[in-house]
């Protein structure tokens, strides 16, 4: 219809047609291929509107298919069965919240705290040097070689006590009259005996060993015999024959002496001072008290 108009208002002008119609058909062909491009966009719009329909149907089916109906809680869970709406939550185990120093734990198959249990940490020597340690222990590998009465070896803990280096004044202190033995059978430590206790450890005596003397077996008399034993004391009997007497250095004669049979025997004479007697036959005998007295009153 263009190229018609321009035809009719150019019908006397010769040369200028072919021009006008260049140009028309330029517009023509520049309306052909926007129709022909608009046809094949709503083309693509209808498809693309088609395939999301499409999409839109199979996201439902997928929805349908796949809908939740219920939540179930495991182990360490609460809040469970959820068949609607609801809330699951840790639940709560036997450890106390809080801070746990130096802590051992245990950890169940959820890796849950079961069981807390805190410690105490030793001090640790911030100088690496041993005195700064207000506490704790010294590694075996740390300790010095002690000399004295008891040695050791660089880098141990064990001790040595050296030869004759306890006195008397080191050992335990013991009661009064005791006496340091063992009575207890089999080998031991060292006890403190009473006297009882210590003689039953001792000897008696014997011909060629002394000792202790030996307890009584009775109350009877009896007598100790050089072998430690204790005898009965027998009686004899005999007869006497003769029965002599002498007044020897004593001053005392003496008469009637011996006697075989039977017979007096007569003592006569001084008792000499050298023998217990006064050296006179006759005076005044004053003891040592009265003497005492006349010195003092003279």
Known sequence: MAQGKASRAHAGVARSRDPVELRVSIAEVTLAATVENTTALLSNVTTLTTTTETLA??????????????????????????????????????????????????????????????????????????????????????????????????????????????????????????????????TGNVEALTGAQAATLLPSFSLSLAGLVPAPVTSTLRFLRDDSTWAAVTSASGTVTSVDLS????????????????????????????????GASSGVLLDTDILQRISLRL
């Not at 919240?97 to 410690?119: C, H, K």
């Not at 003496?254 to 007096?264: C, D």
Request: glycine share 12%.
């Open 247 to 278: 007044g020897g250095t004593t001053g005392l004669t003496v008469t009637g002496s011996p006697i075989t049979t039977s017979g007096t025997i007569t003592i006569d004479g001084v008792l000499a001072v050298a023998n217990g007697g006064t």
């Open 57 to 186: 149907n199979d996201v439902t089916a997928l929805q349908d298919a796949t809908s939740v109906t219920s939540v179930a809680t495991g182990t360490g869970l609460t809040g469970g069965l959820i068949t609607t709406t609801g809330t699951i939550a840790l639940a709560n185990t036997a450890v106390t919240a809080g801070v746990y120093a130096a802590a051992t734990v245990t950890v169940d198959a959820q890796g849950r705290l079961t069981a807390a249990t805190a410690n105490t940490l030793a001090a640790v020597a911030t100088s690496g040097s041993a005195s700064d340690l207000s506490a704790g222990t010294v590694a075996a590998a740390r300790m010095p070689a002690y000399t004295g009465d008891a040695t050791s070896t660089v880098g141990t803990v064990a001790l040595t006590i050296a030869a004759n280096a306890v006195t008397l004044a080191k050992m335990a202190t013991t009661a009064t009259s005791t006496i340091l033995g063992r009575v207890t059978a089999s």
